[in-house]
Nanobody, 123 residues
Framework: QVQLVESGGGLVQPGGSLRLSCATS????????IGWFRRAPGKEREGVAC????????LYSDSVKGRFTITRDNTRNTVNLHMNYLQPEDTAVYFC????????????????WGQGTLVSVSS
C-alpha cells in the first residue's frame, strides 16, 4: 500500500522557518522523483520543488528559489522541504507527490499524492 504522509505544517510569522516532512512507504523512494506542490486559497496548484531520482538533483520554482531546500533520505524513505524567510504569500496547503521522473513532476503527471499539510504565514 503506497502512502505519502506530510507533516510539519503550522502557523509561523513572516520571516520564520518551517520544515515539512514527507514520509513515504509502499514503493522504492530511490526510483522516484518527489515534488512538493502547494495550493494557496483561490489560486491554482503550484509546483515549488523537486528532488530527482538517482543522483537526486534539485529543482525549484522562481517563487521559492533561494529560500526553500528539498532534501531526501532514501534510507529513511523521507523527503523534507526546508522553508526559510517565509512570507504571507507562502500560505498554502503543501503536498508531496511521487512520479517516475522529474519531467513527470514538472508536468504534474503524478503517480502518488500525499494528503497535504497546511502552512500559514501571518503576524
Amino acid at each position: 500500500q503506497v502512502q505519502l504522509v506530510e507533516s510539519g505544517g503550522g502557523l509561523v510569522q513572516p520571516g520564520g522557518s518551517l520544515r515539512l516532512s514527507c514520509a513515504t512507504s509502499g514503493f522504492t523512494l530511490d526510483h522516484y522523483a518527489i515534488g512538493w506542490f502547494r495550493r494557496a486559497p483561490g489560486k491554482e496548484r503550484e509546483g515549488v520543488a523537486c528532488s530527482t531520482s538517482g543522483h537526486a538533483s534539485t529543482l525549484y520554482s522562481d517563487s521559492v528559489k533561494g529560500r526553500f531546500t528539498i532534501t531526501r533520505d532514501n534510507t529513511r524513505n523521507t523527503v523534507n522541504l526546508h522553508m526559510n524567510y517565509l512570507q504571507p504569500e507562502d500560505t498554502a496547503v503543501y503536498f508531496c507527490a511521487a512520479a517516475p521522473t522529474a519531467a513527470n513532476v514538472r508536468n504534474s503527471e503524478i503517480q502518488y499524492w500525499g494528503q497535504g499539510t497546511l502552512v500559514s504565514v501571518s503576524s
